[in-house]
Every structure is written in structure tokens, then in C-alpha cells.
């Protein structure tokens, strides 16, 4: 393949992406099978839709954090080292799993879903056998634990990554695509019970095509934590961290990765935030939201919230860009897979059907139909 492609699925309000890298290796951000045996469940099977692109194993799985809607299926699918009866059949193997340090300390009777508590299992074990696994950040509560289970915290420091570094091993020169972490920070563990959407992974992904392509994964980052990213990124001066290209929106269009109000009809965005899309965001810029179809009403509890989603759309118009919904992609009645091509000279491109429409790229872009 003589190029990158990037892919978001269909899932309802849950998260999968795929990056399929020119040199064949192959990384997941995330896996939640949601489809059902219902004959009115439009989100897709994603084992199969997986296994077509994914013939032998993964380079990296990465899982933001540990709730059912970003791990449902985990254990059926993967092949697991720490237990014999998750190694029979055709299972993926994970060459590297990156999980935040959250996953690993939190307790189970906190870890609601089953395929949750099999990934911290997975993820204990690796790191105990020192190979195999990154964990995201260097709270004070982790090396307290490394030492009651008797791991000196020198033999491990190698897989261990703080906000505000890359991720080691990987830069645009050999890969292809290099990762620079925003969240976890120590203090979303140390100085608080932990809380998972506060305690996620949330990182910018940076191609090496000819204008650098970079892409934002927000997982389910909640306001407050955007704006101490954004305030801390402007601290350092590295605000070209937060640049981005393509937008993997937080929490399935949710208010509260806005601000802590809804709003009558259209969220108003913290200050922080308003900056980081508004000023951030590249010409033709795409906005993804992995989520269910938006609704009409502006009175849902639930995301994907009409405030929120009338927020991102303005962006989007602002930006000359684009808000997509997986669930609506490229249509309400068949949802598909969301496919991405990154490529060398035209930047990203976004398939619709049998034709593409160019939306990063600073060149004129193709048009659909």
C-alpha cells in the first residue's frame, strides 16, 4: 500500500479506529463490538470488518480506558497472554498494548464491564513481565503499586510514558506516523479518586506525508481536562501539539467535552477549547464523531447531544471543513466504514462511496460526485 489510511466504524455511541500504516504495520485505537443479533442494528460486526484489513496481528493496541463502550468484545477477539483460555483459535495477537496507568490501579469493583477487569489482568501481567505493554503516565500510586508487587521501578521505566513526551520507538522517519501524548497527567490519578474519562488516553497522531497530517484523539476527554491540555501546551509553547487536521471528537458529542453547561441550542465552548478548535483546526478540517445518530431533540441525557453537535458543525463552517457521524456515514439507513486515505502530496482524503473528497490538503481539492 503506497499510502496511510485511517479508518472509523460505525458502532453507535462506542470507539474503534484502525491505522493501517505504508509499511504494514497495523494499529488499533480502542475496540468495542456493539453489533447485536437484532435485525434493526444498523452498527457494524467488527470482528469481520476488522479482519479484512488485519490478517495476522497488531503492532499496537491501544485502549483510551477501560469502559465497555472502548472494550466490549475484548476478550473474544484477542489473544491474551496472562490465560490459557483466551489463547484457542484464530485470536489476534497485540505485539504492544498501551493502556493508561488508571487501568492498571483501579480498583475492580469500580471496572463495570467484565471485558474491563480482563484487560487490567492483561495489562498487570505484561508489565510484570517487563515486555510488551506501554503505560501512560508515572503517577506516585503506580510506583507504590510496582513496589508491593515487588518490580523495581528502573527494570519498567522504559514503559513508561508521561503527557507531554512522544511515544518512544516511534517517529515519522521509520514509521511513518509519530504520537505525542496530552493525557494522562500523574495528577488525574495522584490527587483524586480515579476517574476514568478524566484519566484517558488523549493523544495527537502526526503523519509523514507532505504536509504532516496530524489527527487529534480526543477518546472521552471531558472539558476540564481540555482546557488544562490546552493551558499546559501553551505553557510549553508546543502549541503545534494541539494543531490538527483531522479531530476525533470526545465522549460521542457530548456537552461535557465542551464545557459543563449544554446550552439552549449550541454548547458554548470553555475559552480554552473555543481556541483549540477554532484557532487549531486546519483549513478543510475534518471532525469525526463516533457516535449515534444526532438527534432532533435538544433534550436527550444522553450523547450525542443537538448542543454539542450544533457546535462542531459551526466549526466545521468556520473552517471550511467537514462534521461527520459515524453512525451517519455516508448515510442514516447504511452506515459504513468511515475510510481515510493519507497520502504524500494530496494530504487526506475522505471516501464517499466510489468517490473521494479531498478535506486536508493545501492544494485545490477534489470534489465528490
Not at 497485540?94 to 475492580?108: E, G, M, R, S, T
Not at 508546543?238 to 487536521?245: A, I, Q, R, V
Not at 465522549?251 to 487549531?280: C, D, M, R, V
Request: charged share 35%.
Amino acid at each position: 500500500m503506497n499510502k496511510h489510511q485511517l479508518k472509523f466504524y460505525p458502532l453507535g455511541n462506542a470507539d474503534t479506529s484502525l491505522i493501517l500504516l505504508k509499511n504494514g504495520k497495523k494499529i488499533l485505537f480502542d475496540y468495542a463490538n456493539m453489533k447485536t443479533d437484532a435485525k434493526d442494528d444498523k452498527r457494524i460486526d467488527l470482528p469481520t470488518e476488522l479482519n479484512k484489513d488485519v490478517k495476522n496481528d497488531y503492532d499496537v493496541v491501544i485502549f483510551s480506558h477501560a469502559d465497555e463502550d472502548h472494550v466490549n468484545g475484548f476478550s473474544d477477539y484477542f489473544f491474551l497472554e496472562h490465560n490459557e483460555d483466551f489463547q484457542k483459535g484464530s485470536r489476534k495477537k497485540i505485539k504492544d498494548l498501551w493502556v493508561p496507568a488508571a487501568i492498571i490501579l483501579q480498583p475492580d469493583k469500580d471496572i463495570k464491564h467484565d471485558d474491563g477487569k480482563l484487560l487490567k489482568k492483561e495489562a498487570k501481567y505484561r508489565l510484570k513481565n517487563k515486555k510488551g505493554v506501554k503505560i501512560f503516565s508515572k503517577p506516585d500510586k503506580l510506583k507504590d503499586w510496582l513496589e508491593s508487587e515487588n518490580i523495581k521501578y528502573d527494570d519498567v521505566k522504559h514503559l513508561l510514558v508521561n503527557a507531554g513526551e512522544n511515544v518512544p520507538g516511534w517517529s515519522k522517519e521509520n514509521d511513518g506516523i509519530e504520537f505525542f501524548v496530552h493525557s494522562p497527567f500523574s495528577e488525574h490519578i495522584d490527587d483524586r479518586d480515579i476517574e476514568r474519562n478524566t484519566a484517558c488516553i488523549i493523544m495527537q497522531a502526526i503523519f509523514d506525508n507532505d504536509v504532516n497530517t496530524k489527527v487529534v484523539f480526543g477518546a472521552d476527554g471531558v472539558w476540564d481536562v481540555w482546557n488544562d491540555i490546552v493551558d499546559i501546551t501553551k505553557y510549553y509553547k508546543k502549541e503545534e501539539k494541539l494543531e490538527w487536521d483531522i479531530f476525533h471528537i470526545s465522549h460521542h458529542t457530548s456537552y461535557k467535552a465542551l464545557n459543563s453547561e449544554k446550552g439552549k441550542t449550541k454548547t458554548k465552548p470553555t475559552e480554552q477549547i473555543e481556541w483549540l478548535f477554532e484557532k487549531q483546526g486546519k483549513k478543510q478540517g475534518l471532525l469525526v464523531s463516533p457516535s449515534d445518530v444526532i438527534p432532533n431533540s435538544y433534550d436527550d441525557i444522553q450523547p450525542p447531544h443537538k448542543q454539542a453537535a450544533n457546535y462542531y458543525e459551526a466549526v466545521a463552517n468556520k473552517i471550511e471543513g467537514e462534521y461527520k457521524v459515524t453512525m451517519e456515514f455516508p448515510s442514516k439507513d447504511k452506515p459504513d466504514v468511515m475510510v481515510i486515505n493519507i497520502e504524500d502530496e494530496s494530504g487526506a482524503t475522505l471516501e464517499k462511496a466510489s468517490t473521494s473528497f479531498g478535506f486536508v490538503t493545501n492544494r485545490p481539492a477534489p470534489k465528490a460526485g
